[in-house]
């Protein structure tokens, strides 16, 4: 690709989006005892075209179906990544106490602004284990989050990655971006936020190395080949207990798409998850990715095409094999930004030379 990272690398690269977390952690959180657990939200002030694929056997989400690029409504306001299974998806009820407060929402009222609806998808991981079962998001975590988000955030074990397990190893939020700088999509940003959280392995248990720096190579991360006594110990720790798992997450770009052209970005966008994680979309996960498009950009469209072809075809191919690409670095970025959580040790606690 002819592209570069982002200035920040990151999720809110794509103009118009903002970031949010609220979580809960104790110090001395276990297996089963204290508070572990967070929510997400991706918030796009003004509302933007968004579109979701599902493609584990377990998911736990929100508003999923009013996505299908077939159905009326055209944008939303938010997307809500959490832990908490099923519960926390309560957590989008605080997300929509805030737009509504703010007046954001679809205005159903002409002689009153402040009767909007808020669109408010969202999509949980299973975290309930790490940490005690009955601490899982509320609506006020998800209000918390949405008045925090903002243009810089942190990654790594925060938010909705609080509570997450990769594996045998922690999980957590992980965020990447690619600005094109030639061809149809030049100066178009595609980027990612993902909360990895899978049953399956994100490192190759030959050599240590994430799956996810199989397209850049092991040198992009900053990361070297891992010393053989410590990748014995790492293939020697238990396999994950817990029978859900699911690795969520937001593709995003800043290029004006079409509910139909923000579905085909989701679903390539799994294509980086089965990268970076194996196995992928096994009936223990609840792998989902949103794609939203702010419109923020513009790009020329007068690439020539037969006329049975929509006019932004090659510009959406490029930004297909980089939603790919940015979920697959956002992964990496999210193992390699995690720190320890009840007794769950991090890729960096492993492998530090």
């Not at 030639?182 to 392995?201: F, R």
């Not at 006329?307 to 490029?318: E, K, S, T, V």
Request: aromatic share 4%; proline share 8%; hydrophobic share 45%.
């Amino acid at each position: 690709m002819n592209s570069a990272a982002g200035p920040r690398n990151s999720l809110t690269d794509v103009q118009g989006l903002l970031v949010g977390h609220h979580s809960v952690l104790d110090p001395d959180a276990t297996i089963g005892s204290g508070a572990a657990t967070g929510c997400t939200v991706v918030r796009a002030p003004g509302g933007a075209v968004a579109a979701v694929d599902v493609r584990g056997g377990g998911p736990g989400t929100r508003e999923t179906d009013l996505l299908d690029p077939s159905n009326t409504v055209r944008q939303v306001n938010a997307i809500v990544l959490t832990g908490g299974s099923a519960y926390g998806l309560a957590a989008a009820d605080g997300v929509m106490r805030w737009h509504e407060e703010h007046g954001e929402g679809i205005p159903m009222d002409p002689t009153d602004p402040n009767k909007v609806v808020p669109i408010v998808p969202g999509a949980v991981i299973f975290d309930l284990p790490v940490g005690a079962w009955d601490i899982r998001p509320t609506a006020d975590f998800g209000f918390l989050a949405a008045e925090t988000a903002a243009v810089d955030f942190e990654r790594g074990s925060v938010g909705a990655g609080v509570g997450a397990r990769a594996g045998s190893i922690k999980g957590g939020i992980g965020t990447a971006s690619v600005r094109f700088t030639e061809g149809p999509a030049a100066g178009i940003t595609v980027s990612a936020l993902i909360v990895a959280n899978p049953v399956g392995s994100v490192f190759d248990p030959r050599t240590g190395l994430p799956w996810g720096t199989g397209t850049d190579g092991a040198e992009y991360f900053g990361l070297r080949p891992v010393d053989p006594a410590k990748l014995a110990m790492a293939n020697a720790l238990p396999v994950k207990g817990t029978v859900l798992n699911t690795t969520i997450g937001v593709v995003a770009t800043d290029a004006a798409l079409d509910p139909a052209a923000c579905r085909r970005l989701a679903t390539t966008g799994h294509d980086g998850l089965a990268r970076a994680i194996r196995p992928a979309h096994s009936p223990l996960d609840g792998d989902t990715l949103f794609a939203i498009a702010t419109g923020t950009a513009t790009v020329d469209q007068s690439f020539p095409l037969p006329p049975a072809f929509p006019a932004h075809l090659l510009m959406l191919d490029q930004l297909c094999t980089a939603a790919a690409v940015c979920v697959e670095r956002a992964i990496v970025d999210a193992i390699l930004s995690a720190s320890a959580v009840a007794d769950i040790p991090s890729y960096t606690d492993l492998f530090a030379n």
